[in-house]
Structures are given as C-alpha cells and as structure tokens.
C-alpha cells in the first residue's frame, strides 16, 4: 500500500518477506542508539541469522508483520511493526512497532499501528499488549490509539507493561 506522510514522503507499506533480511539487518545498523534501546529494551548491535529469521519468515497469523519503505527506495527500511499472540491466549498478541528517527512524528507510527489492530482482528486477536521503557512516552502515546482502555502493569527496573482491548 503507498501512502503519504505528513510531511508528503511516499512509502509503501507491505508485510514483510523472508527475503527482507538483509534490509532489516541494515535497517537496525541505522537506528541511533536509543531508538534501539527503546525498541529492543537494551543495547541491540545487530542481529542473529536465527533473529533474523524469526523476524522475516512468519506464518501471517500467529506472527504478523509489516514493513515500510520509501518509495523511491524499495530497498529502504523506514520501519517496522509487529504482532505476536501470546502463548496460550490466541485472542491476545503482543505488538512492537519501530520507526527510524527520520520518519518519527510523520504519522507512521500510528499508521503502522491502525494496519496491525486491522491485522489484529482480522485474525482474531482482541487485545494487544506491549513491553516498554518508562522513558519511551511515544510508544505509550501510540499504544493509547490503539486501545479502548489501557491497563498498565507493574513498573519493574524502568520497564513497563500495557495491555488493553483493540479499540473499534
């Protein structure tokens, strides 16, 4: 699907392919630091051949994923959202979205986050949960679009778990 940020920027968003690897291993080399540290919840150099293909080849149901790239660049990572049920509990997926610094606040995230609950339902999940960093307001922010109610966990060493229903 090609959209528009709000700045204009075109980017296709598409799920996401076993022959991605590559372009998700160059993707994470990318991201600053921080931005990995909030994704990853620690320091994230790069990943495995066994990450990578946890993360890239998927069965589209239990393990959903979509990726966005520019436009004019089809082998250009920009981000990356997720979701994966949880064991035992197939009417509830765990959802992880990253976008890289440049994109940030161009309404991708959301976007990214309106595809997956679409996703989401379309498979049977009614609820999404998600584990951050107390220090990462933008990904809590993103997580109350998506919810009708946000039920936050305990805080334990600066991490911070939400669970809440898909909202409609």
């Known amino acids: 699907m090609l959209t528009r940020l709000s700045d204009g920027t075109r980017v296709v968003i598409r799920r996401i392919r076993p022959t991605d690897k590559r372009m998700l291993a160059k993707g994470l080399e990318l991201l600053p630091e921080d931005t990995r540290r909030k994704r990853f919840l620690s320091a994230k150099p790069r990943f495995s051949a066994a990450e ?13 994923a979509l990726v966005a790239v520019l436009a004019d660049r089809l082998d250009h990572v920009v981000a990356v959202g997720r979701f994966v049920r949880l064991p035992g509990d197939r009417a509830t997926a765990d959802v992880a979205i990253v976008v890289g610094d440049p994109w940030q606040r161009r309404g991708l995230g959301r976007r990214l986050a309106l595809m997956l609950a679409d996703a989401g339902r379309a ?14 307001p933008a990904a809590l922010a993103l997580m109350r ?3 009708a109610r946000l039920e936050t966990g305990p805080t334990e060493q600066g991490i911070r778990e939400v669970l809440g229903d898909i909202a409609a």
């Open 123 to 136: 498979r049977g999940v009614t609820r999404f949960s998600a584990t951050m960093l107390t220090d990462n």
């Open 145 to 147: 679009t998506l919810v």
């Open 52 to 64: 990578l293909r946890y993360l890239t080849e998927i069965d589209g149901e239990a393990h959903f």
